[in-house]
Structure formats: structure tokens, C-alpha cells
């Protein structure tokens, strides 16, 4: 039987056209966030099963691959329980691998630590546009700073590095967690469905506010609740005066201090801004990661339909391995998706650089051969890229190829 010679399921291969882009794009982000001072750090692929089903990430927890006991410890003639056969697995995201390598390694990093992590990651996911079940991601996170200072500074450096990529006119979504629980208890939900009605609002962009009220009295939420928090919507602004709007509104069932920080964000991120872009206060945002505390925040881009990454504060995270909370906040970008629109608009990387192409003919002789390789070397030295390849049956077509990949010169060498 032939072996298969596509991919597994939600895999893919990355032909040289998109790994070009993806190098181009690494390099840029390395570039960019390092000049805010973030620092490149690495986790392995695999966790501690514990880890990965703390009850942290959400509906992620349902896609783990998950990898049985190795050797003697694996006894599947006495195995009872899943425990007893797996104790590790394929990490899902990068959070919850960097909280551990923080607990394990904080005596030797500095305070804050601005860490700077890509890897791929696995989800057992049903694969669809932009999304497959390995995938890259790239994410950004200061640990040990308690102030919005953390909020502001990952924000600018993602979006200048997306305005780098030459995207423009994207929208910066923000709301808080505490303004989230603040409008729920000034609605009159208990706080047990809390999580049930944020889910339900999490879906405003899909069906709207009109759908939203019917969702929430159809799950059977008290009219008078939803009342309310249709009211609250409906007035809303997605500025500053919004958010000045919601902290007038709800009174104490506000800290006060959650809409005070959103507004110093939000007006810090326009006043230091690079990129073309908005940022918007949406109190329907809510993100489904469970270990959000405070600021929560989506880069919404239009040529995608729907978000491109994403973010926010996680302080009691750490806390779960070391005892002690650690004060947290992370931006991640959809590498993927990235790629995958600059691939869409046929993006070209930028270059100065000059790359040459050496065609030989089969009948030139090793000395010749030698001689173009002599040259080859000592452009090389220079910097300049050399591609060097026979001359093929087809010549025009080999150097219209040659042209789509960027070699401007091309010379054809001969038997003399």
C-alpha cells in the first residue's frame, strides 16, 4: 500500500513562496519588539498534563493532545483512568507554559520581565479558514508590572509592528473584566451566571443587540435584568465618554478605579500611537479565557472578518504554580492569519538587497563550471544572494520563474 502523501488533518506544508513571508515577518517582530525592550525566551512543546487541564484555558482544555506514559509506565492492561495513562501533552497556547517557566526561573529575571515567546502550538481543532490544529503564535507579556503602563506599552508595540506589515485602518477593541462584572451586577444577574450571560454578549457582533435580548430572555433571565442591560447598550459610546458614561452609570457596583485605568489606556495608546489605526471601547468584549482579571483587548481587522489576536491582564495565573500572585498582562498576534492576508494581497517583502541568478549550460565543462563558482563565492562575500542552477530546456520559463522570486540579474555562462 502507497504511504499517504498529504498532510494529517488541520496540518499543513509551507511551500517556499509563504516561507519567504513568514521568515520576513518573525525577523519583524523580533526587530520590533525588541526595541520595547521585550526579550526572547522559549518553553518546550510539551507540559505536564496538570498544567494544561488547570482550568486556565478555557475551552482549550478540550482540544489537548494528549501523550500516553512512555515505556513501563505505560500499562495498558491495568490502566483504570485516563491518569493512568497520560501525563503530558501538546501546549495549547503560550501562557500557561510561560507562567510555569516564570515560577521556575524568577530568581534569574529581571523585574519586570518583558518576555517575547513564538512557537507552534496544538489544538485538535476543526480546521477552517486561518485556523488549523498546529499553528504558530507569537506572544508578548510583562510579568511583575502592576500598572496600566503594561497595557500601554503592549499595545503600542503591536500595533506599530503591525503597521510596520502595512496594515492600516485595524480597530484595537478594549473593555475590562471588572466593568463586565460591574454592568452584570448592576443589571441584576447573580453573579453565578455571570459567565452564561458574558458568553451570550460575547456574540453581539454576530447577531446584535436585538438577538442578544432574545437569547438572554430565551435562556430565562429575569426581563427586568435584561431590560436594563438593553437600556446600557443602547447608550453606550465606544470612546473615553463611554467609559466615563458606564463609571457615572453603575456607581458602586463599580471599582472605580477599573474605568479610570481604561481611559488613561486608551487615551495614552492615541497619544503615542504609530500606526493607522482606532481603538475602541467595547463593553461587549469579552474574551474566553478564564484567567483574565482586568484590561481585555482584540485587534479587529475588516479584509479578515473577525479578530487577529488578542489579549489582557492575568494576575492570579502565576499564582497557581508559586502561591504568590504575580501581577501579568499578555498580547497575542495570530501569526497565521497574518501571514495568510499578507499571502491574500500578494504582499512583497521590501528588500535592497540584489540577488543574481548563474545559469550554466550542461555542455560547459567542470573548468568552467569551477570558474562560475569562483564568482558565485566572491559575490557572496559581498552579501549579494547567488542563485547558481543549470540551464534548463526551457530556459524562458526557468528565468520567468527566476524573475517571480526576485533575481533582477540573470547571466547564462557558456563553453567558451
Not at 509563504?18 to 520595547?36: L, Q
Not at 496600566?148 to 506589515?165: D, P, S
Not at 500606526?275 to 468584549?285: E, V
Request: aromatic residues 10%; contains cysteine; hydrophobic residues 35%.
Amino acid at each position: 500500500m502507497a504511504l499517504k502523501k498529504k498532510p494529517t488533518t488541520g496540518m499543513k506544508d509551507i511551500l517556499p513562496k509563504e516561507m519567504e513571508i513568514r521568515d520576513y515577518v518573525i525577523g519583524k517582530i523580533k526587530e520590533t519588539y525588541k526595541t520595547f525592550g521585550f526579550q526572547s525566551m522559549e518553553t518546550p512543546c510539551v507540559e505536564h498534563i496538570e498544567n494544561l487541564n488547570s482550568k486556565q484555558g478555557g475551552e482549550n482544555e478540550k482540544l489537548i493532545f494528549k501523550i500516553l506514559k512512555r515505556g513501563q509506565k505505560l500499562n495498558l492492561e491495568t490502566a483504570r483512568t485516563e491518569a493512568d495513562l497520560v501525563d503530558g501533552g501538546l501546549r495549547y497556547d503560550l501562557t500557561v507554559p510561560l507562567c510555569r517557566y516564570y515560577a521556575n526561573n524568577a530568581n534569574d529575571l529581571p523585574v519586570p520581565f518583558k518576555a517575547l515567546q513564538m512557537g507552534n502550538v496544538w489544538r485538535a481543532d476543526r480546521p477552517q479558514r486561518g485556523r488549523f490544529r498546529q499553528f504558530m503564535q507569537c506572544d508578548i507579556d510583562i510579568l511583575g508590572e502592576p500598572s496600566y503602563l503594561a497595557e500601554i506599552e503592549l499595545i503600542l508595540a503591536t500595533t506599530t509592528l503591525l503597521g510596520k506589515l502595512d496594515f492600516k485602518n485595524f480597530t484595537i477593541r478594549i473593555n475590562h473584566r471588572k466593568i463586565l462584572k460591574g454592568m452584570a451586577k448592576y443589571c441584576g444577574f447573580s453573579e453565578e451566571q455571570y459567565d452564561e450571560v458574558f458568553v451570550i454578549l460575547d456574540k453581539m457582533d454576530k447577531i446584535g443587540i436585538d438577538g442578544v435580548e432574545a437569547e438572554l430572555l430565551e435562556s430565562g433571565y429575569p426581563a427586568e435584568a435584561v431590560a436594563r442591560c438593553r437600556k446600557l447598550f443602547d447608550t453606550i459610546t465606544n470612546d473615553v465618554e463611554g467609559v466615563r458614561y458606564i463609571q457615572k452609570t453603575l456607581g458602586d457596583c463599580l471599582e472605580q478605579s477599573a474605568a479610570e485605568d481604561l481611559i488613561t489606556i486608551i487615551s495614552a495608546v492615541e497619544r503615542g500611537k504609530t500606526a493607522d489605526f482606532k481603538i475602541s471601547f467595547d463593553p461587549t468584549l469579552v474574551r474566553g479565557m478564564s484567567y483574565y482579571t482586568g484590561p481585555i483587548f482584540e485587534i479587529a481587522m475588516d479584509e479578515f472578518g473577525g479578530s487577529v489576536g488578542g489579549g489582557g491582564r492575568y494576575d492570579e495565573m502565576i499564582g497557581k504554580f508559586t502561591g504568590n500572585d504575580i501581577c501579568a498582562c499578555g498580547f497575542s498576534i495570530g501569526f497565521e492569519r497574518i501571514v495568510m492576508l499578507l499571502l491574500e494581497r500578494d504582499y512583497r517583502i521590501p528588500s535592497s538587497a540584489v540577488k543574481k541568478a548563474y545559469l550554466i549550460d550542461k555542455k560547459a565543462s567542470p573548468e568552467r563550471i569551477m570558474e562560475v563558482m569562483e564568482k558565485a563565492k566572491a559575490e557572496r562575500e559581498k552579501g549579494i544572494s547567488v542563485y547558481v542552477s543549470m540551464m534548463k530546456k526551457n530556459k524562458k520559463f526557468q528565468k520567468e520563474q527566476l524573475a517571480l522570486d526576485g533575481y533582477e540579474e540573470i547571466e547564462e555562462y557558456f563553453e567558451d
